[in-house]
């Protein structure tokens, strides 16, 4: 292995690690919204628009105040409507099927009518403590994860009922959703697995190890998968398990939530949850391609 030299970012020490098996990448800020949002949780890009949906949790993680909301925000980092959609709780991880976003909210996962910001329809999860991240299939099954250390297991949303669909001691706290063709992506907030999961057999296989819990998950289209943990850390996990370090805003206070991934600008798009931002950053290779 080589060593490189770091980068300052944001005042940040960005160690520019070499893996054989993976070339060097760093993160430059590209822009950041004002600090109007309201403790956003989950970006997401609706490709019909062109927009990126912000879930804002607007209070305490799991207080069930009525205030959360979703946010719409544009590539260039303006924020289009603070409130787009309204009514929620704590609302988190989001997942686009047809005409509708499913977002998780503590013990329900709500489904959003695109057109119009109305809340269609909210279906209840059982035994559900703190739903976070969210998936969907090509057939519109919907997944989410509770990733409180109480009730860990992955729920299922199948023509209208949500229902437990898997619950295994290889998945503690299920968290960074994220569908790859036939297999569910799964970390675990708890130990810093990186899980696929058969959505035919259930059967779960170890990607990686990572030393910390996972909240983002997003692969690079190359094999490699970029990461987050709440606390402020970003990451790439190379397609041979090694972890790169790419930003740690853990000790300036700033957290790294569940971010976009945007393949073709080569944009990671990150929610700094008690910072009140969205910050987009160009993942550049050494060339500064």
Same mark, same amino acid.
């Given at each position: 292995?080589?060593?490189?030299?770091?980068?300052?970012?944001?005042?940040?020490?960005?160690? $520019?690690?070499?893996?054989?098996?993976?070339?060097?990448?760093?993160?430059?800020?590209?822009?950041?919204? #004002? $600090?109007?949002?309201?403790?956003?949780?989950?970006?997401?890009?609706?490709?019909?628009?062109? @927009?990126? /949906?912000?879930?804002?949790?607007?209070?305490?993680?799991? #207080?069930?105040?009525? &205030?959360?909301?979703?946010?719409?925000?544009?590539?260039?980092?303006?924020?289009?409507?603070? &409130?787009?959609?309204?009514?929620?709780?704590?609302?988190?991880?989001?997942?686009?099927?047809?005409?509708?976003?499913?977002?998780?909210?503590?013990?329900?996962?709500?489904?959003? %009518?695109?057109?119009?910001?109305?809340?269609?329809?909210? /279906?209840?999860? #059982?035994? $559900?403590?703190?739903?976070?991240?969210?998936?969907?299939?090509?057939?519109? +099954?919907?997944?989410?994860?509770?990733?409180?250390?109480?009730?860990?297991?992955?729920?299922? @949303? +199948?023509?209208?009922?949500?229902?437990?669909?898997?619950?295994?001691?290889?998945? #503690?706290?299920?968290?960074?959703?994220?569908? *790859?063709?036939?297999? @569910?992506? $799964?970390?675990?907030?708890?130990?810093?697995? *990186?899980?696929?999961? +058969?959505?035919?057999?259930?059967?779960?296989?170890?990607?990686?190890?990572? %030393?910390?819990?996972? %909240?983002?998950?997003?692969?690079?289209?190359?094999?490699? /998968?970029? =990461?987050?943990?709440?606390?402020?850390?970003?990451?790439?996990?190379?397609?041979?398990?090694?972890?790169?370090? @790419?930003?740690?805003? =853990?000790?300036?206070?700033?957290?790294?939530?569940?971010?976009?991934? *945007?393949?073709?600008? &080569?944009?990671?798009?990150?929610?700094?949850?008690?910072?009140?931002?969205?910050?987009? /950053?160009?993942?550049? %290779?050494?060339?500064?391609?």
């Amino acid at each position: 292995m080589n060593k490189a030299s770091s980068a300052l970012v944001m005042g940040v020490l960005i160690p $520019a690690c070499i893996s054989m098996a993976a070339p060097v990448c760093k993160l430059v800020e590209t822009w950041k919204t #004002e $600090a109007v949002l309201d403790v956003p949780e989950c970006a997401l890009l609706n490709p019909a628009d062109h @927009l990126l /949906y912000v879930s804002n949790v607007s209070g305490k993680p799991a #207080e069930k105040n009525g &205030k959360g909301f979703i946010s719409q925000v544009d590539l260039g980092g303006n924020v289009v409507k603070l &409130k787009w959609a309204t009514g929620l709780n704590a609302p988190k991880g989001m997942a686009i099927h047809g005409n509708s976003l499913y977002v998780s909210d503590i013990d329900e996962l709500v489904q959003i %009518d695109l057109k119009t910001g109305i809340v269609a329809k909210r /279906y209840s999860a #059982e035994g $559900a403590v703190f739903l976070n991240d969210v998936a969907a299939d090509k057939d519109g +099954n919907i997944y989410t994860g509770d990733s409180s250390a109480e009730n860990g297991r992955i729920y299922r @949303l +199948n023509k209208g009922r949500l229902d437990i669909w898997l619950v295994s001691p290889e998945m #503690e706290r299920p968290n960074g959703l994220h569908m *790859l063709e036939n297999r @569910l992506l $799964a970390g675990d907030a708890r130990n810093g697995k *990186l899980n696929s999961i +058969n959505l035919k057999t259930k059967k779960i296989t170890r990607i990686a190890q990572t %030393d910390s819990g996972i %909240d983002g998950l997003k692969p690079d289209g190359k094999g490699n /998968y970029f =990461t987050s943990n709440w606390k402020g850390r970003t990451t790439l996990i190379t397609a041979d398990g090694k972890t790169i370090v @790419l930003m740690d805003t =853990t000790a300036s206070g700033v957290n790294a939530a569940d971010f976009e991934y *945007l393949s073709g600008k &080569k944009l990671l798009v990150i929610p700094t949850f008690f910072d009140n931002r969205l910050v987009a /950053y160009k993942v550049e %290779d050494p060339s500064g391609n």
